[in-house]
């Protein structure tokens, strides 16, 4: 008998990992705040639900990814949320990037209610969502992972389970902060080579054999030097992102002086308008052109 998935978020990220559950034969049943989001499901016969209510009718698994704790909150502990609706044993993947704080909320009003709850935020943006190559980073009961093994190797090419519930979540959190320290430096340095004239499709070709080479690298420096900030990830999710990893350092009482800093450059580039570009844009903040 084919498992049914509930599928809650259809976003940048969410559609293309909903579109590989159902390529890998998965039964689902798919919620969207934004209708437009859903039609291209409901093209190939999946039934698209109203609230999420419906659709964790008879789902065996629900999985979300959602854009803050806000929205979480929401379609996790909701009146009409996965938690008050889900039938015990249901066992819920949320790919959201949470606050530690935020998994484990949900985590135990989920198992009040008798349901498994891992978080499983990823590692990787749009191409890798598409191609099945995100990287799961899971909090949670190993019991519950093993179950949802298929559902994640559908979806990605590896599954790392970091520990107890909230452990996904924090280890997200570090990912991201490296992440946008390494996009902010990228900026930072390609402003600079540009500023001095040098060639830089030299200055990339070096660089990416360098010491500090990375995915980034060959990723969002061509971005940064065609001036396409079409969104692969929003900047606006990574200022989001930067404030949860800041809140959870001061939590544990630990310095990010570097951190902070990035995030204050993320920060004034969202509050300048580039919130909904690609993360690459801070490349505008860096330079000055975003005050332009």
Known sequence: MTDTVAFIGLGAMGAPMASNLLDAGFALRVYSRNPERARPFAKRGVTVCATVADAVK?????????????ATREVMLGTPGVVANAAPGTVIIDSSTNTPAMAREVAAAALGSRLEYLDAPVSGSV??????????????DAAALEKAKPLLDAMGRMTVHAGSSSAGATIKLLNNMLSGTMNAAIAEAMSVARASGVDTDAAQAILGEGAAACRLMKTKIPKMLSGDFSPQFQLGLMDKDLR?????????????????????????????????????????????????
Do not use: K
């Open 58 to 70: 008879g789902a065996r698994f629900v999985v979300s990814i959602v854009s803050d704790d806000e």
């Open 127 to 140: 191409p890798q969502s598409r191609n099945r190559e995100l990287v799961f980073m899971v909090g949670g």
């Open 244 to 292: 949860y990893f800041l809140a959870l350092a001061q939590q544990v009482d630990r310095p990010a002086p570097i951190s902070a800093l990035v995030r204050s450059q993320f920060q004034a580039a969202r509050r300048a308008g580039l919130g909904a570009l690609d993360v690459s844009a801070i490349y505008l903040q860096a330079s000055g052109e975003a005050r332009r």
